[in-house]
């Protein structure tokens, strides 16, 4: 297959190449390995990268990823990393709006009818950026002679992959992995990698989040080799029973090559070392996998009892240590997957969430990765601050707004006893609400079937890259993106794979046609507490948390006690997220004085421009604690 440019036009293609989602479980070779974090079948491609900036597809070199291709004329790019905070393109913030508001006439696909012209929307656009990438590398010698695959964790917005000159895939939804198999076409030595990336796509319609536009390879690239037997899939089910005692299912998809012999050994220590839970798994693969040289099995442990267990919430974050060990026909390692676990049962009772039997209060934040220096390419050591935060000001909730985060923030939730609303990549604000109101009339995903599939796609993404993380509560649809029967459709994909957990979504208050289809919550966005009465003293049929409230923006966050008195009154009520945890500015350096200063949306000569509303976090973005967090910590404080 040849890459396609019009693919950039068409909501229809979002993925082509690109393999099916999986859980985030690590793998190693060996125990040692294991014991010491180091994974020698890993081999990271972060680095410096040969670069070219296009204005648009008509400007860019097209023939970058051939062999012999002479990228002598080419810059350098830190990659991991946004490519205007390297110096290209525009700096550009904006809420709901689209980027190009005021500047072109852009409907999205199939949402108008008659001569309404979509194709060459983004594959012919005037202005439509293009990062061109090389990578030149040679395989690790653990690599050597395996299955390898590489792994972009994040890319905005849609990216064409390459190597030696051989098309490898095509994918958008910048927020969660996209893998590719390079088996056919890698090499030892002489590798070339070549990636294009654009900044807009018909993703574009569904990425309208209210953050600064960004594009470029801006997460983690790395090469993965799978051993001979190796664990493609896990979910681990715990489940805390109302007796205190705990269950424990798992599901395994593993590759191997054909007729092979597999022993697996499923192993479960609590906190001081001592083994819950032992078992032993046999399957022997079937030989039929065609022309491939490698087939798929579905193994599973059924659900097992363990006695009496730890459970896991803010309080006691307890968990467990699940090991999973791949053996061969010769009682050979060949892969070894830890995982830590914790047991909890969240249902809802009587109306109310209740978590291991007792009433949830939220105590919660809305947070974007953020960092002054790099934009959404933050650290780990960034994160780990974030948590500090988190934990000094009785903060128990996050809702990750509004894409999937990092791989190791959900990690560094399962192990502080943070509760997630893990929300999917979607937000289509601008196709439904702007500054004259509410206008559905174009809204995507809305009711179209061809905007279906993408949306899927991206709710499947979200659930089974972290369905494994303990922390995670609450599946959230998206956000500010009208109700529709493709939002049902996500809502029932959640419902039908998972009944361990909520989901959520805030869209149904603007559509109430489908509240009863839609969110197992009444959520809503910046309510007045009178408001929350009135729905609360009607006999409501669902619980109601405030996705979004107490907008800090400058010297505000005053009369969170009104909000705060509800959760006495009311056991339905439970409390809510407030928008937001850290303003998004940037340190620049100022003309004027030389000195390193913070700047919002709209000082980089960005139109259209909420200007300041990026910043309403209750941290500056330096990570400083604004006044606002005193009110913070106290009101959280009282129901911590």
């Known amino acids: ?172 939804d910048s927020f969660t992995p996209s893998e590719f198999d390079l088996t056919p076409y890698i090499r030892e030595k002489g590798n070339v990698l070549a990636v294009e990336v654009y900044k807009h796509s018909t993703a574009a319609f569904l990425e309208d989040q209210d953050f600064f536009r960004f594009f470029g390879i801006f997460r983690n690239v790395t090469l993965y080799a799978k051993p001979r037997i190796h664990v493609e899939d896990m979910w681990a089910k715990p489940v805390l029973l109302e007796n205190g005692e705990g269950k424990l299912s798992l599901d395994l998809k593993l590759s191997m090559e054909k007729e092979c012999h597999v022993k697996v050994e499923v192993l479960l220590q609590n906190e001081e070392g001592k083994v819950c839970l032992y078992r032993k798994l046999t399957c022997q693969g079937a030989g039929q996998a065609g022309e491939k040289a490698y087939e798929e099995i579905f193994l599973a442990m059924e659900e097992t009892k363990i006695g009496p267990v730890r459970s896991w919430d803010n309080h006691s974050p307890c968990l467990y240590r699940l090991l999973i060990k791949l053996y061969d026909e010769k009682d050979e390692l060949m892969e070894a997957v830890p995982y830590l676990i914790g047991f909890r049962n969240l249902e809802i009772k009587n109306k109310v969430i209740c978590l291991n039997g007792k009433r949830l209060i939220i105590n919660g934040v809305n947070r974007h990765e953020w960092s002054a220096e790099s934009g959404r390419c933050i650290s780990i050591e960034e994160m780990k601050q974030d948590m500090e935060h988190i934990l000094a000001n009785n903060i128990n909730a996050v809702r990750t707004c509004h894409y999937p985060d990092q791989i190791p923030w959900y990690y560094l939730c399962d192990e502080k006893g943070i509760y997630l609303m893990a929300e999917t990549n979607l937000e289509s604000h601008g196709s439904w609400q702007n500054p004259g109101g509410q206008d559905p009339s174009w809204n995507v995903p809305g009711d179209l079937p061809q905007w279906r599939e993408v949306v899927l796609d991206r709710a499947r993404n979200n659930f089974e890259t972290f369905k494994n993380h303990t922390s995670i509560l609450f599946w959230s649809l998206g956000n500010e993106s009208y109700a529709g029967d493709n939002i049902e459709a996500m809502n029932t994909f959640f419902k039908e794979k998972d009944k361990s957990r909520l989901v959520h979504y805030e869209g149904v208050f603007h559509n109430r046609a489908y509240e009863d289809r839609i969110s197992d919550v009444e959520s809503r966005m910046y309510a007045a507490p009178e408001r929350i009465e009135e729905y609360l003293q009607h006999n409501p049929g669902k619980p109601f948390i405030l996705c979004e409230y107490m907008h800090d923006m400058g010297n505000s966050l005053g009369g969170m006690a009104s909000y705060m008195d509800l959760l006495d009154k009311y056991e339905m009520y439970q409390g809510g997220f407030i928008w937001d945890f850290i303003d998004q500015a940037l340190f620049v350096q100022d003309e004027l004085t030389g000195k390193k200063v913070l700047r919002y949306g709209g000082d980089f000569d960005d139109r259209p421009s909420e200007r300041s509303f990026s910043g309403n976090g209750i941290l500056f973005a330096d990570r400083t604690e604004k006044p606002a967090m005193q009110e913070v910590r106290y009101y959280y404080g009282l129901y911590k």
């Open 1 to 172: 297959m040849q890459a396609e440019l019009k693919w950039l036009d068409d909501p229809g293609i979002f993925r082509v190449g690109a393999l099916a989602a999986h859980s985030d479980h690590p793998f190693y070779k060996s125990e040692q390995e294991l014991e010491q974090g180091k994974n020698s079948l890993a081999q990271s491609l972060n680095g410096i990268w040969k670069f070219h900036y296009s204005k648009c597809p008509s400007e860019r070199p097209e023939d970058f990823y051939k062999s012999g291709f002479d990228s002598g004329s080419f810059d350098e790019m830190k990659v991991p990393c946004h490519i205007e905070m390297a110096g290209y393109d525009q700096i550009h913030y904006v809420n709901n709006l689209y980027p190009w508001e005021g500047k072109m006439y852009r409907r999205p696909a199939y949402t108008l009818s008659g001569s309404h012209k979509w194709e060459g929307m983004f594959s012919e656009a005037g202005y439509n950026p293009v990062g061109s990438y090389i990578r030149e590398f040679d395989l690790e010698k653990e690599l050597s002679g395996k299955r390898v695959v590489i792994c972009f964790e994040g890319v905005e917005q849609a990216m064409y992959v390459w190597l030696n000159g051989a098309f490898i895939g095509y994918a958008e």
